[in-house]
């Protein structure tokens, strides 16, 4: 099951990296109706290059995977609440794409990260 499990949350770690360098190009360039956000579009790459190392550690079984899977969704959560208070609190443009992501990624990042926490607390 731990394998099983290790593997998913790899696979869906690289998925998650996929679509913030969506957003990080969106962001640099105006694509998919958003407008140009520099600083959304520093934070979309350094996620997705977090959530990209950390699955290539769990898909390889790398020994500091688990560790990686903690500390790249604990830091793409953040990520992603920062750009809701940016929302809130900024005068940029909000769309509803945007609030859309905000939300399912920040859920998702939360239950990766409470899955990475239980299985490598078990595990060990």
């Given at each position: 099951m731990n394998d099983a499990l290790r593997k998913l949350l790899g696979a869906m770690a690289v998925v998650f990296a996929l679509t913030f360098l969506t957003g990080a190009v969106s962001h640099a360039w105006g694509l998919l109706g958003e407008p140009v956000i520099v600083p959304a579009t520093v934070v979309e790459s350094a996620c997705a290059a977090g959530l990209l190392v950390a699955g290539y550690g769990s898909l390889r079984g790398r020994v500091w995977g688990w560790n990686a899977l903690i500390y790249a969704h604990a830091g793409a959560l953040v990520g992603v609440l920062v750009g809701v208070l940016?929302?809130?609190?900024?005068?940029?443009?909000?769309?509803?794409?945007?609030?859309?992501?905000?939300?399912?990624?920040?859920?998702?990042?939360?239950?990766?990260?409470?899955?990475?926490f239980y299985i490598s607390r078990t595990d060990r």
């Open positions: 940016a929302l809130a609190l900024g005068p940029s443009e909000d769309t509803a794409l945007n609030t859309w992501y905000h939300r399912v990624m920040a859920a998702l990042l939360a239950l990766g990260l409470g899955g990475s």
